[in-house]
Structure formats: C-alpha cells, structure tokens
C-alpha cells in the first residue's frame, strides 16, 4: 500500500488567486493522478503526472489553468490558477496503475469566495 | 466511452441489516474493479479490489463481487453499523485510468 500526505487540507481562497496543493508519496511510482470532485459529484481525472514529462491532460482541462510538476516519483503539485467560484472542489491526488489498487490522499477542500 | 452507474443513488437502514450496493459498467474491457468509502469532505479509502479474472473479494463483514460479461458488482455489507456511514464509490480501470460511479450514500441509523 501508499501512504499520500495532501497539503493543505483545505483552503479558502479569493477569486482571482491561485492555491498549489502538494502531494507527497511514501514510495517511488511511476504514474500520479489528479482529481476533482464537485459538490456532490463524483470524481473526474484533470490529469495524470509522468516524471519528466508533461503532464497528460484529459478533456476539459488545459495547462493554463491546472499546472502540474512532477520534480520526481515521489512528490507532484496542482496548481489552480486564476480562481473562480466554479473551481470550488475537493481536489485530490491518487497513485496506482492499472492493474494495481490506487490509494488517495485526504484530499484538498478547496472554496474560493 | 465507459460509464458507470450505482444503484441505489441513497440508502437509509437501521443498524444491523444486511445491505447491498450496486454498481454495473458498459464497457466489460476493464482491468479491475475497485470499490472505496469517501467520509464527508474527505478523501477515498480503498476497501476492495478485484482484478478482472477474480470473481469476488472479502475483507471483514465485506464482500464484493465482480460479473465482467453483464458488467455488474455488488458489495455486501454484513450486520451494518452506524460506522459505516458513507459513500461508496466504485470504479473501473480500463487503460491507466480509474472511472467512477456516482456513488451510494448510506446511513446506518442506530
């Protein structure tokens, strides 16, 4: 199993600003993900971090707005960029490949007034 | 396009029922099956996984089971507790990527 330590826990932030939410793993892995959860929805992947390669981005989401680094295999950040109220989420990071359990951070509750 | 669904979308039971959630997917190409428990404003907790050739996986008063031909799975929970309180999640793996149902939100009233 993976430990995956999320900072901050949440945040209240002005509309306008951008918030970076940092995720750290207690082992090496190759692929981490980046999800969004809507009030009341499910989770929807924003993007998967490769080290030493961009990030992959899946429909609906561009780098502009959610910058991702991933300066190793155990660390990744999301940067949400230019805040508004729609981007009010709990934002959480994942590890696990395809055939193996993926295991969660605590997840980054994010409002922005 | 894979999509999953859960069935029912909320459930309220008292204390020590017997419960099932339900969870069914269109797309049968799935690698695994993995269902979580998210706490209110929290992140996921993994409860099982199954892999596509399993058939089913327990843990404690868990159990989950996997049909990938009609793509459905079900997790029973045995003698619920007010603990159990949550939403349960499923998802599917199919390339590198975690599919999610909307979940089932369930209440054990004690």
């Known amino acids: 199993s993976a430990v995956i330590s999320q900072k901050p826990s949440r945040d209240i932030c002005q509309r306008g600003t951008s918030l970076t939410i940092q995720c750290q793993v207690d082992?090496?892995?190759?692929?981490m993900f980046w999800y969004r959860q809507q009030p009341g929805q499910s989770l929807t992947l924003i993007a998967t971090a490769n080290q030493g390669s961009e990030a992959t981005y899946e429909s609906g989401f561009v780098i502009d707005k959610f910058p991702i680094s991933r300066p190793n295999l155990t660390f990744s950040t999301l940067t949400v960029s230019n805040m508004s109220p729609e981007d009010s989420s709990i934002y959480l990071c994942s590890v696990g490949d395809t055939y193996t359990e993926a295991f969660f951070g605590q997840g980054t509750r994010l409002t922005v007034v | 396009k894979q999509e999953v669904t859960q069935i029912p979308a909320a459930l309220s039971v008292p204390e020590g029922e017997n419960l099932v959630l339900n969870c069914s997917f269109t797309?049968?190409?799935?690698?695994?099956l993995q269902w979580f428990r998210q706490d209110p404003g929290k992140g996921l907790t993994s409860l099982l996984l199954?892999?596509?050739?399993?058939r089913e996986q327990t843990s404690g008063r868990l159990n989950a089971s996997l049909d990938k031909s009609s793509g459905r799975s079900t997790l029973y929970i045995a003698a619920s507790q007010p603990g159990d309180s949550a939403t349960y999640l499923c998802a599917v793996t199919g390339g590198n990527k975690l599919v999610f149902g909307a979940g089932t939100i369930l209440r054990v009233k004690s």
């Open positions: 797309d049968s190409a799935i690698y695994n």
């Open positions: 199954i892999q596509s050739s399993q």
């Open positions: 082992s090496q892995v190759t692929m």
